[in-house]
């Protein structure tokens, strides 16, 4: 094996000088004489492709296992998410219409006044408010009609008892 052009010598002496083209030639030489190639084994590649064929069937079925339980997480996750967030959805959509129907009945009612001090402006303005509180609260409007009609009730009936003369009205 000494005598061989690629021996063990050459190459360390190939290395050791820096010729890397000499050094790579005369491994590969030495490789090559010292290593035997062996055949690979029939039985050997059966076993090797009834592991991967193994591995394969269980990766499938992993992937499945998993794949389901993405699908099922997810699902769970965005019905919890519509579940909870709805309300809170809604709350803000109403809101945002809420606070954007006070701009426009503010913004009508202020373009109004500066027109013009008085008239028809101010009863339009409060209409303007009591249609915002009905959309606002309904139950609070409805409450403050019912008791704005027992204020009205009772000042007829107040008139009615007192009398009307013209002096009084005047």
Request: net charge neutral.
């Amino acid at each position: 094996m000494n005598d061989a052009p690629g021996s063990y010598t050459r190459w360390r002496a190939a290395e050791a000088g820096e010729r890397d083209d000499d050094a790579d030639w005369a491994f590969r030489t030495v490789f090559q004489t010292t290593v035997p190639e062996s055949p690979v084994s029939p039985d050997f590649t059966a076993r090797t492709m009834a592991a991967i064929a193994a591995a394969a069937v269980s990766d499938a079925r992993r992937a499945r296992r998993v794949r389901a339980g993405v699908l099922t997480g997810t699902a769970a996750a965005v019905g919890a998410a519509v579940y909870f967030g709805t309300g809170l959805a809604i709350s803000l959509a109403s809101t945002a219409f809420i606070a954007l129907l006070n701009m426009v009945i503010a913004g009508t009612v202020r373009g109004a006044m500066s027109f013009q001090g008085g008239g028809v402006w101010p009863v339009v303005a409060s209409l303007g408010r009591a249609a915002a509180a009905l959309v606002t609260d309904p139950t609070v409007t409805l409450a403050m009609i019912a008791i704005s009609a027992v204020a009205v009730a009772a000042l007829v009936a107040l008139q009615r008892l007192l009398g009307s003369d013209q002096e009084s009205l005047q």
